[in-house]
């Protein structure tokens, strides 16, 4: 079945350092939508990607999807702490297959 | 528009009972998904109502069910509960307008313990 990785599982950043996830998919993607879950929280929307090579920023965030569409990343320049939460990847065909996440702690 | 709603919030229950959970969609949402929230197994699709009808699956046993009603809003059933099925239950809605892949809106979710 589909499969959506996503590394590293966790990253510590001081403030003010550069962090990237990156999410793989075992089959090519339609699109690529990207949350964040702040901790205790839900996961909240924040892009999808759908073009093959696309790159969409918001603020400090950059997210990019790949060539082949079966990879994407994710780039926050300069963490704040406002940033702490697990990154999730999410794709698919019939339903929505969520990566593993990437849980960011900023260290102030 | 209000955000989509889960109740209960927390719940305890053991062994053998079975419970239900309730997602009021975002109005005008007619997709309601549901996804079971681990530790060890991350985020899992459980399944997906739109017009009242199952369109999409996870892999999850059938003591696992759901059902929607006329006003978009879901209802989940676990049956004879399992000490793994201890998890937050997340609903998410969306408008479905491109197909059962849209954004999905998350509701906070109905943090389930089971003893």
């Known amino acids: 079945g589909q499969q959506v990785m996503q590394i590293p599982q966790y990253q510590h950043v001081q403030e003010g350092e550069d962090f990237t996830t990156y999410c793989n998919s075992s089959t090519t993607l339609s699109n690529i939508q990207w949350y964040k879950q702040r901790p205790g929280g839900h996961p909240v929307f924040l892009i999808q990607l759908v073009k093959s090579g696309e790159v969409k920023k918001q603020k400090r965030l950059t997210f990019q999807f790949g060539e082949a569409k079966k990879n994407s990343s994710l780039h926050i320049t300069a963490t704040q702490t406002t940033d702490v939460g697990t990154y999730f990847c999410a794709g698919g065909a019939n339903n929505l297959f969520f990566g593993t996440g990437t849980r960011l702690t900023v260290i102030p | 528009k209000a955000g989509v709603t889960q109740t209960p919030r927390y719940l305890i229950k053991t062994r053998g009972q079975q419970v239900t959970l309730s997602c009021s969609p975002i109005s005008g949402h007619r997709s309601v998904s549901w996804y079971q929230q681990t530790p060890g197994q991350g985020l899992q699709f459980l399944f997906e109502y739109f017009s009242e009808t199952q369109r999409n699956k996870g892999n999850f046993p059938g003591r696992f069910s759901g059902r929607q009603f006329s006003n978009s809003r879901s209802e989940m059933n676990v049956s004879t509960l399992e000490l793994g099925d201890s998890a937050l239950y997340l609903c998410?809605?969306?408008?479905?307008?491109?197909?059962?892949?849209?954004?999905?809106?998350f509701g906070p979710g109905t943090r389930l313990t089971v003893l």
């Open positions: 998410a809605s969306s408008p479905r307008l491109t197909g059962s892949t849209d954004t999905q809106y």
